[in-house]
């Protein structure tokens, strides 16, 4: 990602450390970067690369992904406190968050603790709720570590995982290359935190807690491949707790906008910051 231009910060304290990594580059207002399941910060290098001329930009990329090292469960709120505590200690509280799927999901969540008051929040095809989008009978007390999927997931030999990645990566984008990029993430991916981290992302439940986030949000939405109609319910449906916010919808793109629609999603993002 950018290597030659990048300085990589160590992160303070043995919790930060184990839950991510940061690589900071650019000098100006802050903005925080969080990457989807299973990413790396370099889905991420395209925006970065454009936004470090003006922003300082942190670019976050999580335990158990990339090269990252795995670390105990429960993985995603051990995340979610690391980065907190990053922010309080370098005094980020007033940076623009800017998350993909899952790091939208961890965006939004952070916006409801009440010692921050970002200056916005920009969401990428994320939601507060995962689970309830891919759950038809949706409890978060009913998805536990321990079920027969997780322990198919466990037992799934290299070839079958990673032809179930490649399935799952053509549908997340339209860009062949991409793509499979998309797949070797996945595969790369601690098998433990890719399972059990899912779970944690199926759990977490937002929706109710939406009407504490103080800060401006803006939703950058995917309309592929259910189209715009079934994407207007679903974050009308989704966000329905959160009194103000603005929507746009990359129209004809999937899942990963960063790849489907580069220069709209930069352009929508330099309009707000």
């Known amino acids: 990602m950018l290597a030659s231009f990048f300085s990589l910060y160590a992160v303070l304290g043995c919790a930060q450390e184990e839950a991510f990594k ?6 100006g207002e802050p903005v925080l970067f969080f990457p989807g399941f299973a990413c790396t910060g370099a889905v ?3 925006v970065v690369g454009a936004l470090s001329k003006t922003n300082k930009c942190h670019v976050f990329a999580f335990a158990g992904f990339g090269d990252i090292p795995a670390i105990e469960k429960p ?15 370098r005094n980020l509280q ?6 993909h799927s899952l ?8 916006g409801t603790e009440a010692d921050f008051d970002f200056k916005q929040l920009i969401i990428v095809d994320g939601l507060p709720s995962t689970g309830a989008l891919m759950l038809p009978d949706f409890d978060p007390e009913q998805l536990v570590y321990d079920s ?7 037992e799934m030999d290299a070839q079958a995982f990673e032809q179930m990645a490649a399935q799952m990566a053509q549908g997340m984008c339209k860009d062949r290359a991409q793509q499979e990029q998309i797949k070797d993430w996945m595969v790369q991916a601690h098998r433990e935190t890719y399972v059990y981290g899912y779970t944690d992302l199926l759990k977490l439940d937002l929706r109710e807690r939406l009407g504490q986030i103080r800060s401006p949000v803006l939703l950058l939405a995917a309309t592929e491949p259910y189209g715009m109609e079934m994407a207007k319910n679903t974050y009308t449906a989704q966000y329905r707790q959160l009194a103000s916010y603005s929507l746009q919808f990359a ?8 790849y489907d629609a580069p220069d709209w ?9």
Do not use: C
């Open 75 to 89: 993985w995603l709120p051990k995340v979610k406190a690391a980065v907190q505590a990053y922010i309080l200690e």
């Open 44 to 46: 991420w290098d395209q």
């Open 251 to 258: 129209e004809g793109a999937s899942h990963f906008i960063m």
């Open 103 to 110: 790091g939208g999901t961890l965006a939004l969540w952070l």
């Open 148 to 154: 027969p999927w997780n322990q198919q997931l466990l």
């Open 94 to 99: 007033q940076a623009t968050l800017i998350g």
């Open 22 to 27: 940061v690589e900071v580059v650019g000098q």
């Open 265 to 273: 999603l930069l352009e929508q993002i330099r309009n707000h910051l």
